[in-house]
């Protein structure tokens, strides 16, 4: 509560004559009745406080213009405002009113009026009358309708009724024909009307995160059209027409399942998006549906033997010679669809390859062995396969299918068949349930910083994040959560070896899934002749040694059936999506590569990983026969423990696998774009070759394979306890669900170029750079997977250190863009705690890293007494050793703002 006096000299006054009492984030409890004594004052600012209600006697300020009540605590709209005859803008947003008098109609010189982010129900008619308003913003509240005679407001421009409970649009708003921005997004939409086309003036439409599946062709007639945002919705395709928007300058499409045009043609802009339309006019081709179907699941869960009677139409029960060692591709054509089927292995060794053959817009069936799998598996059983597929491919659909039907028959007495689904079912529920949980509990804890009306606590999780931070993290995990697999509600039991049990079912599930656009709503009846006649020359492709196609030769090819590049991306996706080939664009080393045929990628793979090391480099391999016995034996065990191959070596192992024809170069060039594998130069293989070893002293160092144990030396490079004169940094990430198969392992082969003297063992690096010692190490921590990279030196070397750790971390963020899907967290760790020989340091959030720093930062730790001092400068970075990008990259990128856009008074 502040005196009179002291509010006077709060008193400024405007370039506009205005004079203004300005009283934002004063934490101000309480207005006295005194106030109503500045009668000379026309603005008043009150946000950002804890007021719970205005006093009577406000109501004798009579001259008031603007009023800012926003980011405050009233609960009941005070009636003292009724007496402001004057009133142009008024803010109510950011409080807890459920209701708005009629009684408003009496404040008919309103202009402006913002009650975003309220519990309101329902707008009163009395808001009609206020014919004077240009502005009404009432995102956030739970409005479903508008009063009957909204359409009175003719002289509104603006119209903000983002994140409400409309299911469709007021026909009163197609009926202000002033309106230049209508914004209703994060509504509950099922369609746009016609009528849209009245709204002549209108400059910006935002209907994105809707339920909307079409658009009218009407909205083809919006000449004046500057931004249009639609992403988010399940729209598939755009009205032919809509090139007549000469003035559309930003199209916001994403997260749709655009069949036409294609999405990356969508981004091309308009001009693109109607020679498109107008090409597929005059040349399309009617197609079958076509769906890549892949099937994982555990190691001898059935599923090689399920498929095979499923596409022979036969009983087919699979040998053990015969399983699926890596990945295997078939085609299986029906009288009612195409499918492409990956067949994926289940043995651990092959889980780093094979997320590379994981894509989105498939069909995956998870298999279970009803017998083998009990409840305590179930999360290595069903668990790893769902987030193995989920954070390469979120929002995938997912059927799964309990196999070995008739040996669970035999034992039907003692074990019961329904029970056991169930208990799946369940499982996948719970998964689900928590991982949902966990998401909207983070939301809510940054909506309640984002809505806060004060400062934030020194000892919040979040504190010291900017607004743009939160906001950035908070559209990330939306898209996590918008973007769930779709997983099938029941089991499909089927049984291999007695007639077929249960495989008919599977068939029939199949062929209907693939034709139903609600589930596979890119599935496509008609697509340009030009992508049909591109597929047929890259399957003849298939015939020539070529491992992968350049892009540049890709664009020839394209070219030659009339196809310019500028269309070639969607292409190219949609023979991804139906399993023809594999395309990169998002992975910088391999996006100028096609691979045309996904199984010599397979045996590519396959080379250097495989489940039986005799399969690589036998002792009784006649390729081998010029080495010394004692000697391969010596490099099968620096190869099974430490991952190095010797150049020569790997040549004959690739030269085998891949039967002649192919440069052994080219092989190694493209498991290093992969980050598989790093070459170790001679004077870095030294120490790893015996003296009398006289082939090149090139290795190639495989970290998959690393068994190593701790090594002793590390005692000496990184001392247990933390010396007195040392300080140590730290960042890293933690991953509450899962981490994917071979990050850590990716991430020590990009380290490579940035390190000397490295020693590696299983589950960690130490090394050099910059005379400083770095280490990196992969564990678990409050049951959470992380990786985490530090360094030590003293205070004078602060600076160096975050120049050692930063690079690393950009690294690991550049490959957690690969997955799409993954919760995860950066943090940076508590250097104090560490300083008091805590174990467990407090984690500071790594959005940190990405900020500007404040001028005089102040740092608190839970962990540390009031008097402890938590220097800054470890953890806010030297301003130039800014990280390069922001850690999270939401899976809709096309506009990173706010759900709810609010417009300021």
Not at 162 to 169: P, V
Not at 429 to 446: G, K, Y
Request: charged share 20%.
């Amino acid at each position: 509560m502040a005196s009179v006096g002291s509010l006077r000299k709060q008193v400024e006054t405007l370039p506009s004559g205005h004079r203004q009492l300005n009283i934002d984030g004063q934490i101000l409890e309480r207005i006295t009745s005194d106030i109503v004594q500045l009668t000379d004052v026309h603005d008043f600012i009150f946000r950002r406080n804890k007021l719970l209600e205005i006093p009577q006697d406000f109501g004798y300020l009579t001259q008031i213009r603007i009023l800012d009540l926003s980011h405050n605590l009233l609960n009941v709209f005070p009636t003292a405002l009724l007496e402001l005859k004057l009133i142009e803008k008024l803010n109510l947003s950011y409080n807890k009113l459920t209701n708005m008098p009629d009684e408003i109609a009496i404040l008919s010189e309103l202009r402006v009026l913002g009650l975003d982010l309220n519990r309101i129900v329902s707008l009163p008619d009395g808001l009609c009358q206020c014919t004077r308003l240009e502005q009404v913003s009432a995102g956030g509240n739970v409005l479903s309708d508008l009063p009957t005679n909204f359409s009175n407001l003719t002289l509104l421009t603006q119209l903000y009724l983002d994140s409400n409970l409309f299911e469709e649009l007021p026909e009163q708003v197609t009926q202000l024909s002033n309106l230049e921005q209508l914004f209703m997004g994060h509504n509950r939409l099922q369609e746009i009307p016609e009528s849209i086309s009245e709204l002549k003036n209108l400059q910006e439409l935002r209907i994105n995160s809707n339920k909307l599946k079409t658009l009218p062709g009407a909205i083809c007639d919006l000449q004046h059209l500057k931004l249009l945002h639609i992403e988010n919705n399940k729209i598939t395709t755009i009205p032919f027409g809509v090139g007549r928007l000469k003035n559309l300058q930003q199209f916001y499409v994403s997260n749709n399942p655009l069949v036409q045009p294609p999405l990356e043609v969508c981004k091309l802009g308009i001009v693109s998006i109607s020679d498109y339309q107008e090409k597929l006019l005059q040349n399309e081709e009617k197609v079958p549906p076509r769906l890549k179907l892949v099937a994982v699941g555990p190691h001898q869960s059935g599923k090689t033997s399920c498929l095979e009677t499923l596409v022979r139409n036969e009983t087919k029960l699979m040998k053990a010679e015969e399983r699926t060692h890596g990945l295997v591709i078939s085609t299986w054509q029906t009288n009612k669809a195409k499918f492409e089927i990956y067949d994926l292995s289940g043995n651990d060794m092959y889980h780093f390859m094979l997320q590379f053959f994981i894509t989105k817009a498939s069909l995956y069936l998870v298999m279970v062995d009803l017998i083998q799998c009990s409840i305590d598996d179930f999360s290595q059983t069903i668990g790893f396969w769902l987030n193995f597929i989920h954070t390469r491919a979120p929002g995938s659909v997912i059927c799964i299918v309990g196999t070995c039907m008739d040996s669970f028959g035999k034992l039907l007495r003692k074990v019961s068949l329904q029970k056991k689904c169930k208990e799946i079912i369940q499982y996948i529920q719970q998964w689900e349930d928590t991982q949902c949980r966990e998401l909207v509990a983070e939301i809510d804890l940054i909506d309640s910083v984002l809505m806060a009306t004060g400062h934030v606590n020194s000892t919040h999780p979040l504190v010291g994040l900017s607004r743009d931070s939160l906001v950035v993290r908070r559209k990330y995990l939306q898209s996590l959560l918008i973007n769930r697999p779709k997983i099938s509600s029941n089991i499909i039991q089927v049984c291999s070896d007695d007639g077929s049990s249960g495989v008919s079912d599977l068939r029939s599930q199949l062929n209907e899934v693939v034709n139903n656009t609600e589930i596979f709503p890119h599935q496509r009846t008609t697509i340009p002749s030009t992508w049909s006649n591109l597929e047929k020359l890259l399957v003849e492709q298939r015939k020539t040694p070529k491992l992968w196609i350049n892009m540049s030769e890709v664009v020839s090819l394209a070219e030659s059936t009339g196809l310019i590049a500028e269309f070639l991306h969607p292409a190219l996706q949609y023979l991804q999506q139906v399993g023809t080939v594999l395309y990169y664009p998002d992975i910088p080393q391999l996006a100028e590569h096609v691979f045309h045929n996904p199984v010599k990628l397979s045996e590519i793979f396959k080379s250097v990983f495989n489940h039986d090391l005799d399969n690589i480099m036998s002792v009784h391999d006649t390729r081998f026969k010029h080495y010394n016995p004692w000697q391969f034996r010596k490099l099968r065990e620096v190869f099974s423990q430490r991952g190095l191959l010797p150049y020569n070596l790997l040549c004959i192992i690739i030269k085998h696998t891949l039967h002649g024809g192919v440069a052994e170069d080219d092989v190694l060039s493209l498991l290093h774009s992969f980050s598989i594998c790093k070459t170790l130069q001679e004077n870095e293989s030294k120490q790893h070759l015996d003296t009398d070893w006289t082939g090149p002293r090139i290795l190639y160092r495989f970290p998959w394979y690393v068994t190593d144990t701790l090594p002793d030396e590390i005692g000496q490079r990184w001392p247990e306890y933390l010396p007195l004169d040392c300080e140590q940094l730290e960042i890293g990430c933690d991953f509450r669900f899962y981490c994917p198969a071979g990050l850590f392992e990716r991430l020590s082969v990009k380290l490579h170029s940035h390190v000397e003297l490295r020693r590696d063992w299983s589950h960690g690096v130490i090394a050099m750079r910059q005379n400083l010692p770095l280490l990196i190490q992969q564990g678990v921590r409050d049951d959470n997977y992380s990786i985490s990279i530090a360094s030590r030196g003293g205070l004078g070397k602060v600076e160096a250190m975050w120049s050692v750790v930063l690079p690393v971390m950009d690294e690991l963020l550049l490959l957690l863009m690969e997955y799409p899907g993954l919760y995860y967290h950066t943090y940076i760790a508590c250097a104090h705690c560490y300083k008091k020989g805590l174990t467990r340091p407090h984690h500071f959030p790594g959005e940190l890293l990405y900020q500007t720093p404040p001028v005089k930062p102040t740092v608190v730790c839970p962990k540390a007494k009031r008097s402890d001092v938590v220097r800054p400068e470890l953890v806010y970075p030297p301003s130039k050793e800014l990280g390069k990008f922001t850690p999270l990259t939401p899976l809709t990128q096309d506009h990173p703002s706010h759900p709810l856009t609010l417009s300021p008074l």
